[in-house]
């Protein structure tokens, strides 16, 4: 059994957070300096523009990219061979959270009832984990720290084992439709496709961990995800809705396997925030 | 793409002047408000109660700021959805409020009274909050102290780049 510390987790998370919260993941500068190139909307590209010139301001004088620093959630894959040593996962995780938030004065999110709204939490806790046990001696955090805009306009839907693919491709392209300016694009879609209920959910947000410029392994996959990313750049909603073609930067699918009756499609909308990591412990 | 500067509070004329997809940079006042404050400020009219600030002299930011570190005039700024305002919209703008700024799209209700009231919704950018910092020259808590990240904050821009959507 392999020991893993507290202290050790803890400060990598701290880290983390502070490595995403400020600047751009390098892949989706890229993907915005290539889409204003490309775009011919005035508009549009005086927005991706100002998005390039806030992520350089961002990384050089330490002030978030977005004043949502967002939800903490966080896939943990905890080998069955770890063990950790000075405290439950997830209060090292929160711990880190609150010190992450204090030191870099993050926008504390979160409040405690979601029907009161009374009570700020004041340290964006608690984060959202997930854990899977999975084979190995290693602990691995993805990270992602998820805005409210974005999440607000994601959707779930239980087609029929019979839906085409136009269904799957109509269904995410309406909601990236009604989502408009409200969720921040340009986009980045984690789509999840079968399993049941919460695990197509789970799945639309673990694609968001995808890094942008793979695609699924199987072609029949990928040639959905460039059907989708087509259809939802087609729309002309663009970038924060003010038109043009850069709606979505990139599209990821996981899929699982499902009951006979099932075909659920659930699709988690990502801003070009898109403030992610991971970290192998 | 028409660049506008203009200063607040905005005459009729002003506002008369612009077209959707300008590129409007503000110089003035805002007042930042989201749902709690917009909540607050209709249970305050529906008693008939006096208002924090006069609303046809203010333009409304829907925004939650990140907190300020030392040394430093304010934390990140930008706008947040502006539909969840919508079903405050209409009272506060019979009510005299004039100029919003936030993201996306109204309803159809919210764009009716603005153009019934000759009234303005600016975009800013979401996301682009280190940007929008930088016009910010003053930054203060105004009041609500206990809505947190959602009180009502005031600040002074210049140059605070946004687009007209609706007017």
Known sequence: ?281 | MQITKLTLPLTAMDIAHLRIGDKVLLEGTLFTARDQAHQRLCRLLERGDKLPFPLDASALFYCGPSPVPPGRICGAIGPTTASRMDKYTPQLIHNGLKIMIGKGERSSQVKEAIRQNHALYLTAIGGASALLARSVTSFELYCWEDLGPEAVYRMVVNDFPCYVACR
């Open chain 1, 1 to 281: 059994m392999r020991i893993v510390a507290a202290s050790k987790i803890h400060n990598s998370v701290v880290t983390a957070i502070d490595k995403i919260v400020f600047g751009l993941d390098p892949l989706v500068r890229s993907a915005l300096e290539k889409a204003c190139q490309a775009e011919t909307d005035e508009v549009a590209r005086d927005v991706l523009n100002a998005l390039l010139e806030n992520a350089s301001i961002s990384e050089s004088e330490r002030i978030p990219y977005c004043q949502d620093t967002g939800t903490v959630v966080i896939f943990a894959g905890i080998g069955a061979e770890v063990s950790i040593s000075g405290g439950p996962l997830d209060d090292i995780i929160n711990d880190a959270v609150r010190e992450a938030w204090k030191m870099n004065y993050l926008r504390p999110s979160i409040v405690n009832c979601p029907l009161s709204r009374s009570g700020n939490c004041g340290d964006n806790t608690p984060a959202i984990i997930h854990h899977r046990i999975v084979a190995g001696e290693r602990l691995r955090l993805s990270i992602a720290l998820k805005g409210g805009g974005a999440e607000n306009m994601s959707a779930i839907k239980m087609l029929p084992p019979t839906a085409a693919e136009e269904e799957i491709i109509d269904f995410i392209t309406e909601t990236v439709v009604k989502a408009g300016g409200k969720a921040c694009p340009p986009l980045v879609l984690g789509i999840g496709i079968g399993g049941n209920f919460e695990t197509a959910a789970l799945n639309a947000k673990r694609a968001l961990f995808v890094p942008l410029n793979d695609s699924h392994p199987d072609e029949k996959v990928a040639a959905l995800e460039r059907q989708i990313l087509d259809s939802v750049n087609a729309t002309g909603i663009g970038a924060q809705g003010m038109g043009g073609r850069t709606t979505a930067l990139s599209v990821h699918i996981i899929t699982s396997p499902c009951h006979i009756a099932s075909l659920p499609v659930a699709v988690n909308l990502q801003c070009h925030a898109h403030r992610h990591c991971e970290i192998i412990l």
